[in-house]
């Protein structure tokens, strides 16, 4: 870098050019004049700016100074703080005239200690002579260069999922929590937790604020001991680390027993009742609503416009098993479909639950006896 004084300012860096070449920077600054100021500073940019270094090791330069000239250079990696080769604060390194850009005569940097892609250079040109200044032509920076950096991670995070039951039917028992893990590194880590209502989390034990460590591959977790069911079950898993790596979590599933409906007596004659029941195993506190529709249109409003054989839904009940009767008509007698759905205080319904039933009509076809019957000591029939 060509760096003149004149006129006690310094005389322009009117072109500055900055080439990588063998691990090491050049600069080259062209400016004329005849007559100098008697002192100027030049503070360079980030030398290292984008690489990956281990370690920052020497500084090489060629410069030129003549007799009443001097050059003096101090080093930083925050562009505030500045020191000398040596580490001292505010103090300088005397520059001397000749080529020491080779690494073994550059100005070792070492006992600084210094990484990473920060380095800043400040050099200060005196005179006492203003026809004539010193002349810094070239700097290099030897570095030991590192390798990019491996893809970092937060070190914690956690997933709350959606209500994975929703809309399916589901009675009896949630039986379990089915994952698959296919990468579980060093220093990482899965938990689970589940939940009914989003609010209190519990592991597969059914201790409050437990959880289940996950491991690698796939896996079943029994949840037969929450003894849920119901339309509601959430999962909550926490992933962990170092910031190096992260666990993969590919799949999770419900294992669970499937809504199952019945009617009776099956068949039924016209004009007496038929009742319809669920048999639900445990049943939430805020209680369920049941409706047996004519047609697959059933929403937590009730049947739809298909119409109803009947509902049980003028409150919601709490107990195991939930039935309403629907009395036969005339105009039921042959095979009758039907669908069940039961709905939560939260507006989840179960999908269809299908069925169907057989009402007959209330007389029998008579029998003729031929041939009559005869009674013995009284009267003959025919």
């Known amino acids: ?5 004149k006129n006690y300012k310094i005389k322009n860096l009117a072109i500055f050019t900055a080439l990588v070449l063998l691990g090491c920077f050049r600069f080259w600054s062209l400016a004329e004049a005849t ?7 030049l503070v360079s940019k980030n030398l290292l700016i984008s690489q990956y270094v281990n370690s920052i090791d020497s500084l090489g330069y060629n410069a030129t100074i003549p007799a009443n000239t001097s050059l003096k250079v101090q080093f930083s990696q925050n562009k505030t703080s ?20 080779s690494a073994g005569d550059a100005i070792d940097l070492s006992g600084l200690n210094w990484s990473e892609s920060f380095f800043f250079y400040k050099v200060s040109l005196t005179t006492t002579d203003t026809s004539t200044t010193g002349v810094l032509s070239e700097i290099r920076v030897y570095f030991d260069e590192g390798e ?10 956690t997933l709350v999922s959606k209500n994975i039951l929703s809309g399916v039917e589901v009675d009896n028992v949630i039986n379990g929590f089915y994952y698959n893990a296919s990468s579980i590194p060093a220093a990482t880590s899965l938990r689970v937790q589940f939940s009914q209502d989003k609010t209190t989390w519990y592991n597969s034990a059914g201790e409050a604020n437990g959880w289940d460590t996950l491991a690698q591959g ?5 949840l037969t001991n929450l003894g849920w069911s119901g339309l509601n079950f959430y999962y909550k898993i926490e992933f962990s680390g170092n910031g190096n790596g992260t666990p993969v979590l590919d799949e999770v599933k419900v294992d669970y027993v499937p809504a199952s409906a019945s009617d009776y007596p099956d068949p039924v004659r016209f004009s007496q009742n038929v009742t319809f029941s669920v ?6 506190d805020s209680g369920v609503k049941l409706y047996v529709c004519k047609a697959e249109d059933g929403t937590s409003s009730g049947c739809g416009v298909g119409g109803e054989w009947c509902s049980n839904s ?8 939930i039935t309403c009767p629907y009395q036969t008509a005339e105009g039921d007698v042959g095979s009758n479909n039907y669908y069940v759905y039961v709905c939560d205080s ?9 069925g169907t039933f057989t009402v007959q009509s209330a007389t029998s076809a008579s029998t003729k006896l031929k041939g009559g019957i005869k009674l013995k000591g009284g009267t003959k029939f025919k």
């Open 1 to 5: 870098m060509d760096l003149k004084i």
């Open 35 to 41: 007559e100098y100021y008697e002192s100027g500073t």
């Open 82 to 101: 500045w020191y000398s080769s040596a580490g001292v604060l505010n103090a300088w390194d005397t520059l001397s005239d000749g080529d020491y850009l």
């Open 148 to 157: 990019a950096p491996a893809t970092s991670y937060e070190t914690s995070g």
């Open 218 to 222: 796939s896996h079943l977790i029994d």
């Open 279 to 284: 048999e639900w195993l445990s049943i939430l």
């Open 314 to 321: 003028d409150d919601f009940e709490t107990g195991k098993t």
């Open 346 to 354: 939260s507006s989840n319904c179960s999908s269809a639950i299908p």
